[in-house]
């Protein structure tokens, strides 16, 4: 019980990790190279939430059913 606990703890900061990483290096291209302000970026972030939250819960009822 206690492995399983430990294993899925480490699972869940390394998506962190990775998540805050990728997030910074996007943001990064999105304002040197796509030439767009912060305000922009977190406008477009916020309004992509709901499609990533529907797409999130679309596939584990999909995976669910199987």
Do not use: Q, W
């Amino acid at each position: 019980m206690m492995d399983t606990l430990n294993a899925r703890f480490r699972h869940v900061v390394v998506f962190l990790i990775i998540a805050v990483f990728v997030a910074a290096v996007l943001r990064h291209v999105l304002h040197v190279y796509g030439s767009m302000s912060r305000e922009e970026i977190r406008t477009v972030a916020l309004m992509a939430l709901p499609m990533a939250v529907f797409f999130y819960l679309t596939v584990t009822a999909i995976k669910r059913t199987r």
